[in-house]
């Protein structure tokens, strides 16, 4: 397990340091380094200097050298806009896009889960057919236009919900939280069901299909045959097999959430990571948009070391194999 | 009796589903609206002389100032949004068709290289297929045009750039089936020259689920596109597209002016759903596996 | 004295879209205490099915359509979910053809048996586990304890089929239905396991019914045997007296087509023609398509008859001329 662990970790690195020299070449190849790393505002003089002091024209791997050290110690550079460290400006966005997220992710998994479990259980009554066709339309619909559907209708026709921002916050570990207030949980319904939309579909569809999947089995029958009750042998017996690729998704998922938050987060004003990266690119605060892509490398190298542990925890065929 | 040719089969499995003929028909509507543009819209919406800022922001179906009726309102400019929408659906059906066209011909090219040299090729392809699709579309195209910047172009490239990875895996599936075939044998024993033996005798046989995913590919490439105008990132304001419009109009929905934003979602809605249907049945149609 | 269970006219059929199957059809055995019968016929000639039934297992589009299913004197046919769950795997147990099917493959053993005593006895976690430990010491499992904690894709198909064997003896059931249990095993292993079986039902005075193709298994096994085709029952009787004087053609060319020790290098005799669709059989006798001896009465249903007291016989024209 450790040495399984160990190859994975050794892996990961070395995907994060592909992805620094892909960034780093998109930043200094295709673009222009000095626009990227030098206030757009700086006169020419200053440009010439600030060229010597970033090393700009030392040779390129040398300046790959400098550029991984750094980032190696946190430092991205500063925002031009904010006048503070790409990093710290990013982490401080972090915690409101990851409520939303983790608030869709449960979302998907408490819509999807039943849902797909009922329409596989029943695939040919009306409700089960309603729920595999409402299915199509929450992956063929643009994230963007159900948002502003949901906020025409919520929001401005009815009224019910607040349809910007984060509302109330209250601190917690020294972050601010909306999850925590009244007016904050208001606030978030809807964009963490706009951008969980996409997710239920695929979690219910998952789930309909490991059911169907499932059910004709011998060790369902034998289950039935041993006089265990349909609970057990739903949430135990079917569930406990088709878990492993549910969870095995959502994990993956979790990171095309994070990504696809950039919408959500734009539609409703969310102040949250995604929000902040659209705003640099409208802005060019390149600091940050490095800062924020290789922040999204890791978190997508994290997720997937997390979903493959975790697969070898529900798997007892995977765990087994890995110790050997 | 008539013989049936494998075009009048396929013809008559396609008109199978009610749903799917519909959504052909109202695909060949969009697509005859957008390359029809100027000559059905009752103005050309960004010729600023027939604009008039006085019929901003009117409400559908009222009159303009000489007579016009606006069945679909305006916008802040004064532009009738029936027309806006019409030219919009030109710049969204030609950037998700430019793209997802290009994409599939980078893309099935490699995937077919990939299936038929093997070896180092087809490792190298392929570990860049997986790296592609394991970022999600939205993450890359955003790092591109971060990059490169806006513009039609820019988009087009950033949307090609994500989309033929899902080409490549397609092709390179279908074609190492079709390697082992006898015809491919038989090809290679009359020492045809490379490309002609990929592109005359491997390419057509590998096209069926290549069509399939080019419809569902052309879909995500019109989302694609009007999400990132959505976002602002995408095509400039001189060329708006549905995404742009719809962005457009998201300020005054919250006083209640529905209508910018609304109908064109509804067209960009509409042409999705309309291709997505199209797709599935030719999924069904074409898919081997499901032919009696 | 009640038989411990009275099959009477029992008809499974399922409404497919291709048309109405008669699965199994008006078919009728018994099975007293301690005794085992042998169910003889080809796949596809019901005898699974009439297995399920049993048990109220048969799935939709399958149903029940007539009969009663008399066990200890009462009848099974439209009892309520819960009392036949009751019954199922505490007093009628069921092992399955194919050991590697029939245990849940993410589920621990323990878990498998200690829920199977769950289902049917109030008793402590650890009650229940020393009952499933002794369970698997009474089929021959070595370090039972051990074992206990061990998933199934850890034993090989012998092991899996004693741990089903196992499970299906928790609760000392009065009748046992074994579908085809040893058919995927090495024949090693078969002998072991048949042997095994034979003495536990005849410890317990359980009732056994032993579903199988094979006839040589039938003949050490059994006490009784029924003879399946086309969902029907052709022919009942003591296992000696079947196998010695088949008096239904179909019998006599099954027993026929047995390869033996005694009729070396005689070439062996084949029934002619195909196991016939339950969509559309024959009128009359299913089997007058491929008898050597069907005429033109065979196209009427045949009834059972009763040539010595205890044989049944479904035929126009059996062969009777033994004692002559």
Redesign the interface.
């Known amino acids: 397990m450790t040495s399984w662990l160990l190859r994975r970790l050794i892996q990961a690195l070395f995907v994060v340091l592909a992805m620094t020299v892909i960034v780093f070449l998109?930043?200094n190849v295709?673009?222009n380094p000095v626009d990227i790393l030098i206030s757009p505002q700086a006169d020419q003089a200053e440009r010439a200097r600030a060229i010597i002091a970033l090393g700009l024209d030392r040779p390129i791997w040398e300046q790959y050298g400098t550029f991984l050290w750094s980032a190696m110690q946190g430092d991205l550079g500063k925002s031009f806009v904010f006048n503070e460290p790409a990093l710290r400006l990013i982490a401080s966005r972090m915690p409101a896009t990851l409520e939303l997220a983790v608030t869709a992710v449960l979302l998907s998994i408490v819509l999807g889960i039943p849902l797909g479990l009922y329409a596989g259980l029943r695939p040919q009554s009306l409700g089960g057919r309603l729920i595999m066709a409402g299915s199509?339309?929450g992956f063929?619909?643009?994230?963007?236009?159900v948002g502003?559907?949901l906020?025409?209708v919520f929001?401005?026709q009815l009224g019910w919900l607040p349809?910007t921002g984060r509302g109330q916050t209250e601190t917690l570990f020294g972050v601010p939280w909306s999850f925590l207030t009244r007016d904050g949980l208001a606030h978030m319904v809807m964009p963490a069901t706009n951008l969980a939309l996409g997710n239920i579909a695929l979690v219910l569809r998952l789930t309909r299909a490991g059911v169907r999947e499932t059910l004709p089995?011998?060790?369902i029958?034998?289950?039935?045959?041993?006089?265990?009750?349909p609970a057990?042998v739903l949430f135990?017996?079917v569930m406990?097999?088709i878990l492993?690729p549910i969870v095995t998704v959502i994990g993956l998922e979790f990171?095309?959430i994070i990504?696809?938050a950039?919408?959500t987060e734009?539609?409703f004003a969310w102040p949250g990571m995604g929000k902040l990266?659209?705003d640099s690119?409208?802005v060019l605060d390149?600091p940050v948009?490095v800062a924020y892509?290789m922040m999204?490398v890791f978190l997508?190298i994290f997720i997937?070391l997390i979903v493959d542990l975790l697969y070898t925890v529900?798997?007892?065929?995977v765990r087994?194999d890995s110790r050997e | 009796m008539k013989e049936e040719t494998p075009f009048t089969r396929f013809r008559k499995e396609f008109a199978e589903s009610p749903l799917a003929v519909l959504g052909l028909v109202v695909v060949l509507i969009i697509a005859a609206l957008a390359l029809l543009a100027p000559l059905i819209t009752p103005q050309n919406p960004y010729d600023l002389a027939q604009l008039d800022i006085m019929d901003g922001r009117l409400a559908p179906g009222a009159k303009s100032a000489d007579g016009l009726t606006f069945w679909l309102g305006t916008d802040d400019q004064g532009r009738d949004m029936l027309s806006g929408i019409i030219y919009g659906l030109r710049i969204s059906l030609g950037v998700g068709i430019g793209s997802a066209v290009v994409a599939g011909i980078i893309g099935s090219s490699l995937g077919l290289a990939a299936a038929y040299f093997g070896g180092r090729l087809e490792t190298a392809i392929m570990r860049l297929v997986d790296l592609q699709l394991?970022?999600?579309a939205?993450?890359v195209a955003?790092?591109i045009?971060?990059?490169?910047g806006k513009g039609v172009l820019n988009v087009m490239l950033a949307i090609t750039l994500v989309e033929w990875a899902r080409y490549a895996r397609t092709a390179r599936g279908a074609a190492l089936v079709e390697r082992r075939r006898e015809y491919i044998e038989a090809a290679e024993c009359l020492a045809l020259p490379r490309w002609r033996l990929l592109f005359r005798h491997l390419l057509p046989n590998c096209m069926p689920p290549l069509i399939v995913i080019g419809t569902i590919q052309i879909?995500r490439a019109i989302?694609l596109e009007?999400?990132l105008s959505?976002?602002?990132?995408g095509v400039p304001i001189t060329e708006p597209s549905l995404?742009l419009l719809?962005a457009n109009g998201?300020q005054y929905?919250?006083s209640?002016k529905?209508w910018i934003?609304?109908y064109p979602?509804i067209a960009?809605?509409t042409t999705?759903?309309a291709i997505?249907l199209v797709g599935d049945q030719l999924r069904d149609v074409l898919n081997p596996r499901l032919k009696r | 004295m009640t038989h411990t269970l009275q099959v009477e006219g029992l008809s499974t059929h399922f409404d497919t879209r291709a048309g109405l199957v008669k699965a199994v059809d008006n078919v009728s055995f018994h099975i007293d205490r301690g005794e085992v019968l042998g169910l003889v016929g080809e796949s596809g000639s019901g005898k699974s099915v009439t297995g399920?039934s049993l048990?109220g297992?048969v799935d939709s589009p399958g149903r029940i359509a007539a009969g009663r299913i008399l066990f200890q004197g009462g009848n099974l046919v439209g009892l309520p979910e819960p009392e036949l769950?009751?019954?199922?795997?505490?007093r009628i147990?069921?092992i399955?053809?194919?050991p590697m099917?029939?245990?849940?493959?993410?589920?621990?053993i323990d878990t498998q048996m200690m829920?199977?005593v769950h289902?049917?006895a109030n008793v402590s976690a650890a009650e229940a586990r020393t009952r499933a430990r002794d369970a698997l010491g009474q089929v021959g499992i070595p370090s039972p304890d051990e074992r206990l904690h061990a998933?199934p894709?850890?034993f090989s198909g012998g092991m899996r089929q004693r741990v089903?064997i196992a499970?299906a003896l928790l609760h000392r059931p009065d009748l046992i239905i074994a579908d085809e249990p040893t058919t995927a095993l090495d024949v090693t292993i078969q002998a072991q396991i048949l042997a095994e079986v034979q003495k536990l039902a005849r410890d317990n005075g359980t009732a056994l019914m032993w579903i199988t193709h094979d006839l040589s298994v039938v003949a050490g096994l059994a006490d009784r045997i029924a003879v399946m085709y086309a969902g029907r029952i052709v022919e009942t009787g003591s296992v000696t007296a079947v196998l010695d004087r088949p008096m239904h053609p179909y019998t006599a060319g099954l027993i026929g087509s047995v390869p033996s020790r005694n009729r070396r290098g005689t070439r062996l005799r084949q029934i002619p023609g195909m196991t016939p669709s339950l969509i559309d059989l024959p009128e009359g006798c299913a089997f007058r398509t491929r008898c050597p001896r069907a005429d033109a009465a065979c196209a009427r249903d045949p009834q059972d008859s009763h040539p010595t007291a205890d044989r049944t016989l479904r035929c126009f024209h059996p062969h009777l001329d033994f004692e002559a």
Do not use: C
């Not at chain 1, 529900?314 to 065929?317: E, F, K, M, N, V």
């Not at chain 2, 959505?230 to 990132?233: I, R």
């Open positions: 998109g930043v295709i673009g199509i339309f063929s619909l643009p994230t963007f236009w502003l559907m906020i025409m929001a401005v349809s089995m011998d060790y029958k034998f289950a039935r045959a041993k006089g265990l009750g057990r135990v017996h406990k097999n492993i990171g095309s990504a696809f950039v919408v734009s539609v990266i659209i690119i409208n390149r948009i892509l999204i997508f997937n529900l798997d007892p065929r087994l | 394991s970022f999600p939205i993450l955003l790092m045009l971060a990059v490169l879909a989302t009007a999400t959505f976002l602002g990132l995404g719809i998201y929905m919250l209640g529905y934003s609304f979602g960009l809605l999705i759903v997505n | 399920f048990l297992l769950r009751a019954l199922r795997g505490n147990a069921m399955f053809q194919d099917m029939t245990l849940n493959p993410v589920l621990r829920e199977t289902a049917h998933y894709h850890q089903a499970i």
